[in-house]
């Protein structure tokens, strides 16, 4: 794109993005499946930020200040700027809408980027953007799942697309778009990530012969990979360290996942209203989620797998297996698939997670074909349909604002959690649902996280000590005459990384034994020969947190030089 047709682009993905937006622009945030959790997130970074911690592992306030290791398995990375706006004083909800802006901006310019790349016609950029944003799938994301890392990993589906055809079909010099396309779904949704991995892999097969002669491409895929699994190694480290450190309930829904009873019946690839009825046991009965595409998207395409199946050149035929692979998707989501036989596939957990592959790539299909059927009416065309489609899908999500629980702007994070717009438990859950949604990185255990003692308690269940301070990650408490070689609960969830300290009544500092209680999940310590003085439990980290931190940071600056190195040689 020319300076011009750029600045007009960055307008449009501007106002489609408030567009998709539109019934948050004067009022708040609709608490919808998993919203109470990412604002959750935001208010947690928040509060570490000014608690002095800048890379927090754990949340240590949330789930009854036992704390929540939610930084550790879901990364927070993207949730810095939202959490900076709360803290300079921009409410919860405004800063959530500020960052559900920024996602849909990005998601329809790096659209509009791949579908440039694809075509070089401005006509069907402009329409691949809208189309991808305004997708039933992504807006029922937005608007009914509150499913906040898929709409972050929605701007990078596009960036890992145009890194796949460049290493693959185009110059494999191009290969950063690789690195930053899977950097960005790394950072933002593992599920999504891992169906991209899958993806690539779909990609080799089908173009086996081309990598296989010319091994530069197979060469630079390798080193994509490494770079990207180096960027983001201060977070993909530590998670798997974790992972394999104790069992979580991650592990026990993970493989207890039905993924037939999840998968679409037919019924449900016309449904074309979004409902916004309220959902489950605590909201009340009535939501039943739009988790198909919508009309255009997978009707256009249709032209498209014989528009391009001339393989005249390498982005028809990149076309015409997008055309292929998308429709696959799509109806991979059906009831008609074995998804029984599939058991190493249940960490996707809903098999219509694949309609966010199948938009990212039915969307610039679509596009190139309605702009190629039309030709020289196509700006026309376009221009119709977008305006069209911005009010159809504008009528669709303005009843979001009827929804009867909302943050206002004007409401505190208290207003989540205290009973001011819901039941802080959700029904029956063991913990503070809001902060916790589904308990996914909880150790499996029997305690019930709203009854048990917040207290020190010894191995009779007695309660030692009450009186206990915590600031940020440091926990702290006195007791008095307590037995020798004593095991002391303390109420805090054990993760990896936890320390622990007394000072005895001569002043000296020693150090604890820690571990996990097996039945409560809880951390536990023995007093060793202290009877009676303070103690200290902190989560310090481990050995492998500061070692990928610190290969990250290497990676940084090699990357920084290696740019530098570049640019000077270019000019």
Same mark, same amino acid.
């Given at each position: ?234 977070? $993909? *480290?530590?998670?798997?360290?974790? !992972?394999? /450190?104790?069992? %979580?309930?991650?592990? =026990?829904? +993970? ?69 292929? $692979? *998308?429709?696959?998707?799509?109806? !991979?989501? /059906?009831?008609? %698939?074995?998804?029984? =036989?599939? +058991? ?76 001011? !717009? ?150």
């Amino acid at each position: 794109m020319q300076k011009k047709q750029k600045y007009l682009f960055f307008v449009f993905c501007l106002i489609i993005a408030v567009f998709s937006l539109a019934p948050y622009l004067t009022g708040g945030v609709n608490l919808e499946h998993d919203t109470c959790f990412h604002l959750s997130r935001i208010e947690g970074l928040a509060r570490s930020f000014k608690d002095g911690i800048y890379m927090p592992r754990i949340y240590p306030y949330k789930n009854n200040n036992f704390g929540y290791a939610s930084p550790l398995f879901y990364s927070d990375f993207f949730l810095v700027i939202p959490a900076l706006l709360y803290n300079a004083g921009v409410s919860l909800a405004r800063s959530y809408q500020l960052l559900l802006l920024g996602c849909s901006f990005f998601s329809a310019w790096f659209m509009g980027k791949l579908t440039m790349r694809l075509n070089q016609k401005t006509q069907a950029a402009y329409l691949a953007s809208f189309l991808y944003v305004f997708s039933l799938y992504r807006l029922t994301d937005v608007y009914v799942r509150g499913a906040l890392g898929e709409v972050l990993a929605f701007v990078f589906l596009p960036v890992a697309l145009v890194g796949i055809y460049e290493v693959l079909w185009g110059n494999e010099n191009q290969w950063s778009w690789l690195m930053a396309g899977y950097a960005g779904l790394v950072l933002s949704h593992n599920i999504t990530f891992y169906l991209m991995v899958i993806i690539l892999i779909v990609f080799l097969v089908l173009r086996f012969k081309k990598w296989s002669a010319e091994k530069t491409r197979f060469y630079v895929i390798i080193k994509a990979a490494l770079w990207a699994a180096g960027l983001c190694f201060f977070y $993909l *480290g530590p998670m798997l360290e974790q !992972l394999i /450190s104790q069992e %979580f309930y991650l592990h =026990y829904y +993970a493989a207890s996942s039905d993924l037939t009873s999840t998968a679409l019946n037919a019924w449900q690839y016309t449904e074309m209203s979004l409902n916004f009825a309220v959902s489950n046991v605590a909201y009340g009965p009535g939501q039943a989620m739009t988790t198909n595409l919508g009309l255009l998207i997978p009707v256009l395409p249709l032209l498209g797998i014989f528009l391009f199946h001339d393989n005249k050149t390498s982005q028809s035929d990149f076309l015409f297996w997008l055309s292929l $692979l *998308g429709f696959s998707a799509y109806f !991979l989501c /059906s009831r008609l %698939f074995p998804w029984e =036989y599939l +058991a190493w596939m249940r960490i996707i957990q809903f098999p219509w997670r694949l309609m966010s592959v199948a938009s990212l790539f039915l969307c610039p299909v679509a596009a190139i074909t309605m702009v190629q059927f039309f030709d020289k009416y196509s700006t026309r065309a376009v221009f119709i349909l977008v305006i069209g489609g911005l009010i159809v899908g504008v009528i669709r999500i303005m009843p979001v604002q009827d929804r009867p629980i909302m943050l206002n702007v004007d409401m505190s994070y208290e207003s989540l959690i205290d009973g001011t !717009l819901l039941d802080p438990y959700y029904g029956n859950s063991f913990y503070v649902r809001p902060e916790v949604a589904g308990a996914d990185y909880l150790p499996v255990s029997q305690t019930d996280y709203r009854t048990v003692s917040q207290c020190v308690v010894n191995e009779d269940n007695q309660n030692i000590s009450c009186d206990i301070e915590k600031k940020g990650y440091k926990t702290s408490f006195n007791v008095e005459n307590v037995k020798n070689n004593t095991w002391l609960q303390i109420p805090i969830t054990y993760y990896k990384g936890y320390t622990a300290f007394a000072v005895d009544a001569n002043n000296n500092k020693i150090a604890l034994t820690l571990r996990k209680n097996k039945d409560s999940g809880l951390i536990e310590i023995n007093n060793k020969d202290v009877t009676s003085g303070f103690f200290v439990i902190t989560y310090s980290g481990t050995g492998i947190q500061k070692g990928a931190l610190i290969v990250s940071l290497i990676t940084i600056c090699l990357w920084l030089i290696r740019r530098r190195i570049d640019l000077s040689q270019k000019g």
